[in-house]
C-alpha cells in the first residue's frame, strides 16, 4: 500500500481557510463574519489569511465559484449517460441538484443566500455559472416539449419552480434529517417529473 501524497503546504492552509470561511460565514453570515473568525477557526494568524486572501469576500467568490462548478460537473455527470428521452434526462438532472444541494446544504445555503455580498465583478462570474447551470435544465424541458413529452407554457418559469424546489432543499436538509438525500432526490425528481410531464 502507498501512503497518500500530502498536499503542498499553500494547497493545506487554501483548504482551511475555505473551511474554515464555509464554517464561519455559515454560523455568523457573511456580514457578522470577521476576517479574525475566519482566521481562528483555520488555526491561522488573521495576517496569515491575507497571504492566500485579500479579502472575505475573495474567500465567498471562491467557494461560490467553487459550489456551483461542483454543481455543474454533477448534472453533466447525471445526464452523461441518459437515455436520449426528456424524461429520464429530467429525472436524472433533478435527482443530482437535489442530492447536490442536500448533501452540500452548508456550501448551497452560503452560495445562495449571500450573492448579495459579491462585489459586482464577481458576481456577474458566479451569475454566469447559474446561467448554465438554469440553461441545461431549459434544455432538457425544451427538448421535452418538442417531443410531447412534456406540457409547459413557459419552460423559463418551470426551470425557474424546479430549481427553486431544488435550491431550497439546502435550507432545510440536515444531514440527520431521518431521509437520505438520495431518497429524497428521487422523490423530488418525480415530483418535476409529474410536474411538466404532458
Given at each position: 500500500m502507498s501512503a497518500a501524497i500530502p498536499a503542498p503546504p499553500a494547497r493545506a492552509a487554501r483548504d482551511r481557510l475555505l473551511d474554515a470561511a464555509r464554517t464561519s460565514f455559515a454560523d455568523?453570515?457573511?456580514?457578522?463574519?470577521?476576517?479574525?473568525?475566519?482566521?481562528?477557526?483555520?488555526?491561522?494568524?488573521?495576517?496569515?489569511?491575507?497571504?492566500?486572501?485579500?479579502?472575505?469576500?475573495?474567500?465567498?467568490?471562491?467557494?461560490?465559484?467553487?459550489?456551483?462548478?461542483?454543481?455543474?460537473?454533477?448534472?453533466?455527470?447525471?445526464?452523461?449517460?441518459?437515455?436520449d428521452d426528456a424524461v429520464a434526462l429530467l429525472h436524472a438532472w433533478v435527482t443530482a441538484f437535489v442530492t447536490g444541494h442536500a448533501l452540500g446544504h452548508t456550501t448551497a445555503r452560503i452560495v445562495n443566500y449571500e450573492l448579495e455580498a459579491l462585489t459586482p465583478e464577481h458576481r456577474v462570474e458566479v451569475e454566469l455559472w447559474r446561467s448554465r447551470i438554469q440553461d441545461s435544465l431549459i434544455d432538457i424541458l425544451e427538448r421535452g416539449c418538442h417531443a410531447g413529452e412534456f406540457a409547459v407554457g413557459d419552460t423559463h418559469v418551470a426551470a425557474s419552480a424546479i430549481a427553486g424546489m431544488g435550491v431550497d432543499v439546502a435550507r432545510w436538509f440536515r444531514d440527520d434529517a431521518g431521509t437520505a438525500a438520495t431518497d429524497l432526490a428521487r422523490e423530488f425528481a418525480d415530483l418535476a417529473v409529474r410536474m411538466v410531464r404532458a
Open positions: 455568523k453570515g457573511f456580514h457578522g463574519t470577521t476576517t479574525r473568525d475566519i482566521a481562528a477557526a483555520a488555526g491561522m494568524s488573521p495576517a496569515a489569511v491575507y497571504v492566500h486572501h485579500r479579502t472575505k469576500e475573495s474567500l465567498l467568490h471562491e467557494l461560490s465559484l467553487e459550489g456551483h462548478r461542483a454543481t455543474m460537473a454533477s448534472l453533466d455527470a447525471a445526464v452523461h449517460d441518459c437515455p
